[in-house]
Nanobody, 125 residues
């Protein structure tokens, strides 16, 4: 099992930026595709971005493409989500997840095995 801890959330005005971090412990994440998801109040958890084991391939939801960037530093056992040009509709709790079974990143929450506790992102208009 991998323990994941997210940080970096907060309150920001529309158009602003935030950088989320997800630090893993318990195992090296270098063998696992990693993903970011988010969940707004009353909504289902939705895919935001995913990254391959090496970091060479990234995938994004259409709603964040061109604004968000996922990256990873396997030496630091950390995954990042750089969020630019934030919009009020980006407001949600953001979760980091590890896929210990898959070989390639996927966009389905059920495809991930370990989750962090989440970090709140609030974008004011």
């Amino acid at each position: 099992q991998v323990q994941l801890v997210e940080s970096g959330g907060g309150l920001v005005q529309a158009g602003g930026s935030l950088r989320l971090s997800c630090v893993a412990s318990g195992r090296s994440i270098s063998d696992y595709p990693m993903g970011w998801f988010r969940q707004a109040p009353g909504a289902e958890r939705e895919f935001v971005a995913a990254i391959s084991r090496s970091g060479g391939s990234t995938y994004y939801a259409d709603s964040v493409k061109g604004r968000f960037t996922i990256s990873r530093d396997n030496a630091k056992n950390t995954v990042y989500l750089q969020m630019n040009s934030l919009k009020p509709e980006d407001t949600a709790v953001y979760y980091c997840a590890a896929d210990r079974r898959g070989a390639v990143p996927n966009a389905t929450p059920l495809g991930y095995d370990d989750w962090g506790q989440g970090t709140q992102v609030t974008v004011s208009s």
